[in-house]
């Protein structure tokens, strides 16, 4: 059993952010227990962490800010679990559509979601696309009664806040990552999405000519006036787009 709970955990960790299965695998191999355990792990993940950092340019990926203005991941679980990296190409047009866009709407902070790992050969679960750095997420923009709030987001890690709550456009499916996340409702902030913003980051994205394609579900596209023949739909196997905004170049 124990050796079973110990693969669970690698592979888990290998899915969730590519090397955390290697430092569960220093933590076995020192045949420590508990605390000890514990220890050598994360002080594996902090050395493997560090040299992702420095490696991963060799493999053609770059991170994407975790501080700061007007880019910044959504939230330190991106950094933290090395989610946050794309090409180079990639991150260029991720900083100049925030930058465009802080230009038109000062003070406002365009947020990543999910990125790539910094070396290819792991799935991003649950993307099916996200393995080879060139596609990245955003998160929508989102105001309360008192305006715009920069920095902030429905949901605490970004996804799942649907825009289209009990409108479907697939049909119901087994074999599916279009996962309705009902559970997650109760744990989303009471925020408004702010359309100005997160159509305008469209249209700059969609002005760029480095950018193959842009998923937004239709409806919700048709509801922020968008159209361009890079705007997709995404299928109805592959995960909702009515909580976020996917690039690829």
Known sequence: MRYLVHGVAILGLTLLTQLGGLAWGA?????????????????????????AHLAAPLAGRVALPCLGAPLRMQSPFYCLALRNFVTPDLRAVARDAAAALADDFPGTVTLALDGGFPFGGVPMLPHL????GRKLDFAFFYADDAGYRPGVTASPLGYFAFERVGEETCPPASLTLRWDMHWMRPLLRDLRLERDRTAALVRVLL???RVAKVFVEPPLAARLVLSDPRLRFQGCRAARHDDHIHIQI
């Open 129 to 132: 696309s996200h393995a080879d």
């Open 27 to 51: 933590g076995v191999l020192s045949r420590r227990r508990g605390l000890r355990f514990a220890a050598v792990a994360l002080i594996a993940y902090a050395a493997l962490f560090g040299a």
């Open 207 to 209: 002005r760029d000519r």
